[in-house]
Each structure stands twice: as structure tokens, then as C-alpha cells.
């Protein structure tokens, strides 16, 4: 199991120190939720931040826009080279032009669907995508609790996606802990992103490695 620690709920106060206390404490990826104040009732940060946190890691990002108007953020996220960039199939009309964009800036595409929306809706993008990530929150703010009905759907996307592209990877995003990590694993989550879980954590590289 990958796991991927969401900045979300460090300690933005001394930033650095946090992102590189993950990246040595065993994270395989640094997740970013990148939201806008329109498509999320929240706010969080844009690429001068994202920058320096890029340079503060030694581990790949995994930007997560939660964004309207994706083909703008894409533009101005691309020159950071995260690993990963999705964007929300609920706020895009063109998603598979937007897939083709964001493979020709040298990064690899993800889809992230919230939790209302069905693994189908993106059935014949999965052939182009080397990621989709599920939502197990509504989308806006860490410390939730994880939505049971993500696990099913886990297991119903992983069908989909040995039959389109075994190659793809599964994310879960959202309330995931300790508890919840066995369950998501048996029905094929590839990365576990954490965020109060981790963060909030007295002993971190424990939580890091109870994830994996
Ligand atoms: C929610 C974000 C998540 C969030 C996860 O909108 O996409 O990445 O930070 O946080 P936890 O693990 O605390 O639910
Ligand atoms: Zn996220």
C-alpha cells in the first residue's frame, strides 16, 4: 500500500518542517488539495505555495484540484511537475481532451469523483488514465468521517479497471485510518491519502506504517 499524507492538516506554521517530517517518516507521495472557494466551500493555496512545497519535499506531489475551470488550474499547477494531477469529473465538460493535456505536460492524469457520482461515469476514460481517485468525504475539509459506500464502489472501479487498464491505480481520499486501511486494501485501493490521521498522529511514522 502507497500512502499519500494530505498537508491539509499540518501545521502551517512551520510548513518545511512538516512536509519534510513526512517525506522522511516513510510518505511515498505529498497529497495537495487544491480548492478554489467555488466548486469547495473552502480555500486553500495556489502554485507559489504548492512551489515551495515541491521544494521542501523529497517525494513526489499528488496535486487534487478542487477546482472549476480545471483547464486553467492544470496550466498553472504544470510547471510545478507534480507526479499526479486530477481534477473532478463533476466540473468538466471535455475530461478526456483535458486527460490528452495534462500526459503532453509530462504528467500523469488522474480523475477524482465525489462521492455521489458512480465509477461508470468514467468507464471509457479508464483506458487513459493512470489513476482515479475516490472521494470517501465531501470535498472541503479534512478530519471527516469516511462514507461506508466508497468501499463499495473501491471494489465495483476495480472491476471496471481490470477490464479497461490494470495499470491504473485506485486512491481513496477521505476519513481513512487504521480501521478502515484492511478493508480498502482487500477491495483494491493502490494509495491511501491521510490527513488528521497522519498529521494528528503522536507517533506519525506508526500511523504511516499502520496505513501500509
Ligand atoms: C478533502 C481532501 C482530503 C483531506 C483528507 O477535501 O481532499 O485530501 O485532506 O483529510 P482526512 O484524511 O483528514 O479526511
Ligand atoms: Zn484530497
Do not use: W
Not at 11 to 39: P, Q, T
Not at 189 to 205: E, M, N, P, Q, T
Amino acid at each position: 500500500m502507497l500512502v499519500a499524507p494530505s498537508i491539509l492538516s499540518a501545521d502551517f506554521g512551520c510548513l518545511e518542517r512538516e512536509i519534510k517530517s513526512v517525506c522522511d517518516l516513510g510518505a511515498d507521495y505529498v497529497h495537495i488539495d487544491a480548492m478554489d472557494g467555488h466548486f469547495t466551500p473552502n480555500l486553500t493555496f495556489g502554485p507559489v505555495v504548492v512551489a515551495a512545497v515541491a521544494k521542501a519535499a523529497s517525494k513526489p506531489l499528488d496535486i487534487h484540484l478542487m477546482t472549476e475551470n480545471n483547464p486553467f488550474f492544470v496550466e498553472l499547477f504544470a510547471p510545478i511537475k507534480p507526479e499526479f494531477l486530477s481534477f473532478h469529473i463533476e466540473e468538466e465538460k471535455h475530461p478526456h481532451r483535458l486527460i490528452s493535456r495534462i500526459r503532453d505536460l509530462g504528467i500523469r492524469p488522474a480523475i477524482t469523483l465525489n462521492p455521489h457520482t458512480s465509477e461508470q461515469a468514467i468507464e471509457y476514460l479508464l483506458c487513459d488514465l493512470d489513476m482515479v481517485l475516490l472521494m470517501s468525504v465531501n470535498p472541503g475539509f479534512g478530519g471527516q468521517k469516511f462514507i461506508p459506500s466508497a468501499l463499495e464502489k473501491t471494489r465495483r472501479l476495480k472491476e471496471l479497471i481490470e477490464k479497461r487498464n490494470p495499470n491504473c491505480l485506485i486512491e481513496i481520499d477521505g476519513g481513512v485510518n487504521d480501521q478502515n486501511a484492511p478493508a480498502l486494501k482487500e477491495a483494491g485501493a493502490d494509495i491511501l491519502v491521510a490527513g488528521a490521521y497522519i498529521f494528528g498522529a503522536a507517533d506519525r511514522k506508526k500511523a504511516i506504517e499502520s496505513l501500509k
